[in-house]
């Protein structure tokens, strides 16, 4: 890779070892994808709130958060929707370095990216989570008003209606937000963790 071979990774004093030891949790991935409209910002949002009263150290990356600041640069096209889970996938890992459960919510529509982003940490610290909701459900809650803009041609590449949407061939936890309430999916999440011993139950 281009200006990389002069690199070396340099070790640091303080370990994730020490980190999780303070803490007394670890860190973790735990990776929304789904439409727009389909409920993850308002699902990470409700599960980071609860993580955070037990005391767990969170974070919260969501889509137009980054869209703002350290991905401003990138639109919508394939490659740059590549680059833009690229990225995010880069920050979360290293949040999961600094001992915090990161929740992210990006459509994040392409299997492969997805898979780039589980890559990036250890196999027993990502957590997908499908937030599964009909595209005519997604659309009439419309919350946004990005489904109105994209029937009516305004915004090209909407995921579902101009671009694909591939769903996950196999999340640790799927959640239906057209049939389950919001304290139901949260509760989800929650024991997946505890589960997974990520946090304590
Ligand atoms: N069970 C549910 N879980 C999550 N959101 C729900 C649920 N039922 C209705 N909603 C509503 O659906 C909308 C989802 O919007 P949002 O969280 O911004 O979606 P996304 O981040 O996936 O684009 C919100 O207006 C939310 O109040
Ligand atoms: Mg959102």
Redesign the pocket.
Known sequence: MAGSENIVWHKTTVTRADREARSGHRGAVVW?T??????????ANRVEAELFKKGIRTYLL??DNIRSGLNHDLGFTDADRKENIRRISEVAALFVDSNAVVLT?F?SPFTSERRAAREKVSEDEFFEIY?KCPLDVCEA?D??GLYRKARDGEIEAFTGISSPYEEPPAPELVVD??E???DQ?TARVIALLEKNKIIGA
Do not use: C, M, N
């Not at 789904?34 to 699902?43: E, N």
């Open positions: 929304f789904g439409l727009s409209g389909s409920g993850k910002s308002t699902l969501d889509g919510a459509i937030v809650r919350p946004k937000t057209s389950e309430t919001l999916s």
